[in-house]
Nanobody, 125 residues
Framework: VQLVESGGGLVQPGGSLRLSCAAS????????MGWFRQAPGKERDFVAGISASGGSIDYTDSVKGRFTISRDNAKNMVYLQMNSLKPEDTAVYYC???????????????????WGQGTQVTVSS
């Protein structure tokens, strides 16, 4: 599946951004989806994941209560609503997909088969 992220940018601390990921080329509704982020000099870390049906969701602890992942299988889209942004949220954010026979959240980057090009999120005053 091909993935294209959008919605990144520069925002002040406490602000909000909504990232979008458009998928094409596969049956989107059978893919588990995830958002990861990578800051300079650091590894690519799990941010949020959603199962193929959307029935299961998980977040890394640092974003719980601030970020919301969602998907629209009719539109082949997945979203990441980010509120109360902090400078430590600054990173390149990646959308990822993997075909899954189980309706589960996948939090391990190496299990994903398809990745977008990334979108930069900078939180700074």
């Amino acid at each position: 599946v091909q993935l294209v992220e959008s919605g990144g940018g520069l925002v002040q601390p406490g602000g909000s951004l909504r990232l979008s990921c458009a998928a094409s080329g596969s049956i989107f509704s059978i893919n588990a989806m995830g958002w990861f982020r990578q800051a300079p000099g650091k590894e690519r870390d799990f941010v949020a994941g959603i199962s193929a049906s959307g029935g299961s969701i998980d977040y890394t602890d640092s974003v719980k209560g601030r970020f919301t992942i969602s998907r629209d299988n009719a539109k082949n889209m997945v979203y990441l609503q980010m509120n109360s942004l902090k400078p430590e949220d600054t990173a390149v954010y990646y959308c990822a997909a993997v075909r899954s026979v189980w309706d589960i959240v996948i939090a391990t980057a190496t299990r994903y088969s398809d990745w977008g090009q990334g979108t930069q999120v900078t939180v700074s005053s």
